[in-house]
């Protein structure tokens, strides 16, 4: 059984960084691809990042460019996002996601239950 479970979120000063976790059951996260996705308030679902393991790719959606890093760890079978200087468009639940698809972008099944990130002095 496919399971996705998100950490790591939490409150965070503008410039300020922090780092999601996507702990991934029921398949091996070197084999296939997975999206990072956020939903800021009043807004629709976007894709923030993806990475392929498989294929040593990542994608990252414009906005988050230079500031933010997808990376995976075969050997905990998680998938990380560090978020680095941090922004007022940024905040929303952040949650990962797969189709046990190997290329990026994903167009998600499995969803993890996401993990709230709060930008705020």
């Known amino acids: 059984q496919v399971q996705l479970v998100e950490s790591g979120g939490g409150l965070v000063q503008p410039g300020g960084s922090v780092r999601l976790s996507c702990l991934a059951s029921?398949?091996?996260?070197?084999?296939?691809?997975i999206g990072w996705f956020r939903q800021a308030p009043g807004k629709e679902r976007e894709a923030v990042s993806c990475i392929s393991n498989i294929h040593g790719r990542t994608e990252y959606v414009e906005s988050v460019k230079g500031r933010f890093t997808v990376s995976g760890d075969k050997a905990k079978n998680t998938v990380y996002l560090q978020m680095n200087d941090l922004k007022p468009e940024d905040p929303g639940p952040y949650y990962c996601?797969?189709?046990?698809?190997?290329?990026?972008?994903?167009?998600?099944?499995?969803w993890g239950q996401g993990t709230q990130v709060t930008v705020s002095s």
């Open positions: 029921g398949f091996a996260v070197e084999y296939y691809s």
């Open positions: 996601a797969t189709r046990l698809t190997t290329a990026c972008p994903i167009e998600p099944y499995h």
